[in-house]
């Protein structure tokens, strides 16, 4: 398996077991509509978030150590066609998530229902980019 | 639309005293694993790239990729 495959293997795990969790609470607990700012689901957040990069800060580094020639080589032009590809399928993901939260949710919700939604819309671009990454990179495995 | 590029990549490899796939890429500048796409037709190069290849097997580009009108391909990124 491709260096760049693996990393993008590794952002999907870091995505699924830290956002996996914070969206389980937030579908699990109640939120109150119009209790902003509400510290405890700001910390939940904070917490999902610094665990996520300590994850991919971790992982980086142990690819690294494993296949150094690899990590420091710079992309080549099918990685770069590759990032292309991903990047742009999840841009219009994000694009029409953010569509949906900033000119539809304001008419039926408020406060945090609408900041997850958008954190959710965010998250899940960034699975189809790594998605759509890893994918591209099974196709052409040898 | 049909059509695909095809190669002799594997046969001029072998050719240049079995080169490996991992120095090929690495005269070329890029990894093993796209010099394997492009050799199983998973991967079109970028004309630069085609140039590079058939330089370093001392060929015209004619002789290492061709055009197949009739097959249909299944290259992308």
């Known amino acids: 398996m491709a260096y760049r495959e693996k990393t993008g293997w590794l952002s999907l795990i870091a995505m699924a077991l830290t956002f996996g969790p914070y969206f389980a609470i937030v579908a699990t607990h109640t939120i109150p509509a119009s209790g902003l700012p509400n510290l405890r689901l700001l910390v939940v957040f904070a917490v999902a978030a610094l665990c996520q990069a300590l994850i991919l800060i971790a992982g980086h580094l142990y690819l690294g150590l494993r296949s150094p020639g690899e990590a420091r080589t710079p992309p080549d032009e099918r990685d770069r066609a590759i990032m292309r590809r991903s990047i742009s399928s999840a841009y219009y993901v994000l694009i029409a998530g953010m569509i949906l939260v900033g000119g539809v949710m304001p008419f039926n919700s408020s406060g945090w229902s609408i900041v997850n939604a958008a954190i959710l819309m965010i998250v899940i671009a960034e699975v189809v980019h790594y998605g759509v990454l890893v994918l591209c990179y099974r196709r052409h495995a040898s | 639309m049909t059509g695909s590029v095809s190669n002799r990549m594997r046969v001029l490899r072998f050719l240049n005293g079995e080169m490996s796939q991992a120095e ?20 079109s190069p970028t004309l630069e790239a085609a140039f590079r290849i058939a330089d370093v097997f001392g060929v015209p580009l004619p002789e290492v990729f061709t055009w197949d009108a009739n097959s249909t391909g299944s290259q992308g990124a």
Do not use: N
């Open chain 2, 24 to 43: 090929l890429g690495q005269r070329i500048g890029v990894t093993r694993q796209t010099i394997a796409a492009i050799e199983s037709g998973k991967y």
